[in-house]
């Protein structure tokens, strides 16, 4: 079956860094990208960007263009999430999900979030 | 950008509901429907606007090309209570709707 799977919670001071994974299996990982999506905590969600987990081309959100990379290594079918610059409005739950092989693609699956906190 | 309503609703077991879905800007058909329960990561429910994802019921169904979409879920039942996202993926940046949480 079909599962993506992530990495454990994390807590992280200000100005630190974070890398997320996202362990894919039960599907052909180069035939889908890999969407990630994070939400604060009892706000709503958030998209972060895309990357083709075939050429490895990303597409980020403008507001963490700057502080965020999405890396994929199809040797272990996972996607990787990492930001930088970490601010404590940066707690929130990180979600990978598998999208289409094109940016402008539904996402089906998801993974099952991680908690990254942000604090001193 | 993308507007849900309403932002909450009450309803009962066995009720029909519908949360509609406004884009700022035309969006065709590219847009998704997900179900959120607390502590949980999102399901996908719809894709294509009307187009169910694979193990959905049929009780869930989506309409609407555009700017205006509804997400209509008849005979509600208790695992059905949860908070309703929709997503339009066919301009940069993707964006969610602010979200409808359905309660009892």
Redo the contacts between chains.
């Keep these: 079956q079909i599962q993506l799977v992530q990495s454990g919670a994390d807590v992280k001071k200000p100005g630190a860094s974070v890398k997320v994974s996202c362990k894919a299996s039960g599907y052909t990982f180069t035939s889908f990208g890999i969407t990630w999506v994070r939400q604060a905590p009892g706000q709503g969600l958030e998209w972060m960007g895309w990357i083709s987990t075939y050429t490895g081309n990303t597409n980020y959100a403008q507001s963490l263009r700057d502080r965020v990379t999405m890396t994929t290594d199809t040797s272990t079918t996972t996607a990787y999430m990492e930001l930088r610059s970490l601010r404590s409005d940066d707690t929130a739950f990180y979600y990978c999900a598998r999208s289409g092989s094109q940016l402008w693609s539904p996402v089906d699956y998801w993974g099952q979030g991680t908690l990254v906190t942000v604090s001193s | 950008q993308m507007t849900q309503s309403p932002s909450s609703l009450s309803a009962s077991v066995g009720d029909r509901i519908t949360i509609t879905c406004r884009a700022s800007q035309g969006i065709s058909s590219?847009l998704?429907w997900?179900q959120?329960k607390p502590g949980k990561?999102?399901?996908?429910l719809i894709?294509?606007a009307s187009s169910l994802?694979?193990g959905v019921p049929s009780k869930f169904s989506g309409s609407g090309s555009g700017t205006d979409f509804n997400l209509t879920i008849t005979s509600l039942q208790p695992e059905d209570f949860a908070t309703y996202?929709c997503?339009q993926?066919?301009?940069?940046?993707?964006?969610?709707?602010?979200?409808t949480k359905v309660q009892i």
Excluded: I
């Excluded at chain 2, 990561?41 to 996908?44: R, V």
């Excluded at chain 2, 993926?89 to 979200?99: D, E, T, V």
């Design positions: 590219s998704a997900f959120q990561a999102p399901k996908s894709f294509a994802q694979s996202y997503q993926y066919n301009s940069y940046p993707l964006s969610f709707g602010g979200g």
